[in-house]
């Protein structure tokens, strides 16, 4: 039986990276506005349905990989040294991450998921809606390692800060790319606007350490 069930959760991944991978291969030959689902299930051959029940919305097919980033940015938070900051600890998780922040080379494939996703407005949109709920997941986090008290803003703006600094970072990259920059300059570029955003908010929340910047009520 386990082994069964080995085999189907195989399976039903390797049908979802195929669906993921001709999504690509389609948007990034025809961008995504113009690229249907109908399109992308008949080239994956399975049934429409069948890359809903995978991707519940279009741009999904391009951000289905953030979803272990959820998880990956709470663990560097929670998980931190004794005494270490949040700002330290994420910036420490940050400047480890691939993808725009880092990749070496930066490859064509690469290159063009930015042009698509700066040319799409809901494919921005939907990245806007990951990120906020990725915040809210961390203010709950800092909530609780602070003891804030209920409607307590401190955690809901640190979170966001920090989440700003990806954000701020990813859109100076693609602005970078766009433009012609490559690597190593886009990488020496994107880290050193990273070290200085990062030192501004250790400056501002060093302070929300193991225990909190906000007192009980």
């Not at 995504?32 to 809903?52: G, H, P």
């Not at 990951?130 to 609780?144: K, M, V, W």
């Not at 990273?194 to 193991?210: D, H, I, K, V």
């Amino acid at each position: 039986m386990a082994d069964d069930l080995g085999r189907r959760e195989r399976k039903k991944q390797q049908t979802r990276e195929r669906i993921a991978e001709t999504a690509r291969g389609l948007f990034g030959e025809r961008g995504f506005e113009r690229v249907t689902v109908a399109e992308i299930a008949r080239e994956a051959d399975v049934a429409e349905q069948t890359v809903y029940n995978y991707f519940p919305t279009k741009e999904d097919l391009v951000y289905w990989r953030l979803e272990s980033f959820e998880e990956a940015l709470l663990g560097a938070v929670r998980d931190r040294e004794p005494g270490e900051s949040m700002p330290a600890a994420f910036g420490r998780w940050l400047l480890a991450q691939r993808g725009l922040l880092g990749e070496t080379p930066l490859s064509p494939e690469l290159v063009a998921l930015t042009r698509m996703i700066t040319e799409s407005p809901s494919l921005l949109d939907r990245e806007r809606q990951i990120f906020a709920r990725y915040a809210d997941s961390l203010a709950g986090l800092i909530a609780e390692e602070t003891g804030a008290a209920p409607g307590d803003v401190v955690p809901v703006v640190t979170a966001n800060a920090l989440l700003g600094v990806h954000r701020a970072l990813i859109d100076y990259a693609r602005g970078r790319i766009l433009e012609g920059a490559r690597n190593p300059e886009l990488k020496r570029d994107v880290r050193a606007q990273a070290e200085a955003a990062l030192a501004a908010l250790e400056a501002g929340f060093g302070a929300a350490r193991t225990s909190g910047a906000s007192s009980r009520r």
